[in-house]
């Protein structure tokens, strides 16, 4: 099975910034695409970011010139740099990753996080 384990989340000031981690273990093939989402209370999961092994990168338009999506896939871990909050920034942040187990051929792995608190007051 894959885990992924985020960290980083906390509390700031609107206009500071924050950078979230997220480390992956488990039987995934190393060619994935790995993203970052969120959910504020009472609203459904968007997407916030998402790199694949060759680093290319999307992001949502209301992200987008504010965080910046990275990974290391020597260490397996994803990054997001988040500068710039907002209070409208304010949800749980959960990683994810989306690729192929290396346990049954053609299995597909979607695999999420526990997720981590990100909070910006005004």
């Known amino acids: 099975q894959v885990q992924l384990v985020e960290s980083g989340g906390g509390l700031v000031q609107a206009g500071g910034s924050l950078r979230l981690s997220c480390v992956v273990s488990g039987s995934i093939f190393s060619n994935n695409v790995m993203g970052w989402y969120r959910q504020a209370l009472g609203k459904q999961r968007e997407l916030v970011a998402t790199?694949?092994?060759?680093?290319?990168?999307n992001y949502s338009d209301s992200v987008k010139g504010r965080f910046t999506i990275s990974r290391d896939n020597a260490k397996n871990t994803a990054y997001l740099q988040m500068n710039s909050l907002k209070p409208e920034d304010t949800a749980v942040y959960y990683c994810?990753?989306?690729?192929?187990?290396?346990?049954?051929?053609?299995?597909?792995?979607?695999?999420w996080g526990q997720g981590t608190q990100v909070t910006v007051s005004s």
């Open positions: 994810n990753v989306k690729g192929l187990a290396t346990s049954w051929v053609g299995r597909r792995v979607d695999a």
């Open positions: 790199i694949s092994s060759g680093h290319s990168t």
